[in-house]
DNA sequence: TTTGGTGCAAACCGTTTGCATCGCT
DNA sequence: AGCGATGCAAACGGTTTGCACCAAA
């Protein structure tokens, strides 16, 4: 779905918007935005900083997360609603839907042709301007499924903020 | 859009639930499930607080944490996904949809029959178990535009986890 | 009466911030 | 060379937890 041609555009993409702003194109900023850009989860910070610093191993998470939301400013990636404490970030800017788990908040991208056509209602305008559609499926991931069987007489407790 | 029996009968059905499964039907459980069925908005935990305290002075934060979790595992209240750090509560047990506003956080209930109508995919089996289905409406909310038009030369910085 | 529930205060964890140093441009 | 970016460590804010007291069943 992904490949390094799409990756490198977007980098060099970047870098392009950050010169034009006045805002520096360091290493770690590019790395931070590669790492979100290849991941296929949708990862928390503390991931994003696992991965950057096998290539930036001096790199720090406080780095990590100014980089995100200067990411997220700049409309090169977004962050996704949980209902657990950790913010996550997202780079796919294909038009897709969400899966989420209510046992364990994972979200799990979908891809639906008839979903994809839905019109926001006019009725919206009284509330704000719209500018994306997303349908949230939510249900309970084969995972925690297959986990309910085994534990057998749960103590039902989810993941909590 | 809420009566008061509607209230009374939910919370009657409560303590059922509560006695049935050998878990004490508190005053301070009661008056959080009341707060949460009363409140128009998606109150955090700290605003429920705020709001019981005025019925029960003693009450304590912690108090209101343990039993908005324990309603959610009773399914009586779910959460809601936010891009915040507050968790935020819900009562409304109506088939609605939401208006995130990517600035603030906020979200807003919005009614419609042609969402309501949308069927979970078949390949939706593959992820997991699926339950419930709501359309997600991503802008700017009208509070937010209004500032933003303030602010002129807005430093870009929204709330933030 | 008994056992689970409550309130308190301290711990926890994800995230942010102030400050001195570092490295793009 | 200059100034924004970084790394560190300490602060912060929402949430959770251990414990002794209290009250619903």
Same sequence: chains 1, 2.
Avoid at 63 to 70: H, I, N, S
Avoid at 121 to 144: F, H, Q, S, Y
Wanted: glycine letters at 4%; proline letters at 2%.
């Amino acid at each position: 779905m992904k490949n390094d041609n799409d990756i490198e555009q977007r980098i060099q993409y970047l870098i392009h918007c950050l010169r034009e702003a006045g805002i520096k194109a360091t290493n770690q900023r590019l790395e931070v935005f590669r790492t979100v850009l290849e991941s296929e989860e949708h990862p928390d910070a503390e991931r994003v900083y696992q991965i950057v610093s096998q290539r930036v191993p001096t790199i720090s998470l406080d780095t990590v997360y100014r980089t995100l939301w200067l990411l997220k400013d700049l409309d090169f990636i977004s962050t996704i609603e949980t209902t657990q404490s950790k913010t996550r970030f997202d780079a796919n800017i294909d038009t897709h839907h969400h899966f989420v788990c209510s046992e364990c908040g994972a979200i799990i991208d979908f891809y639906n042709d008839k979903f994809d056509k839905l019109e926001i209602p006019i009725e919206i305008e009284e509330l704000g301007t719209a500018n994306r559609l997303l349908v949230e499926i939510k249900g309970i991931c084969n995972k925690c499924l297959a986990n309910m069987t085994n534990d057998q007489i749960k103590t039902k407790k989810g993941e909590r903020k």
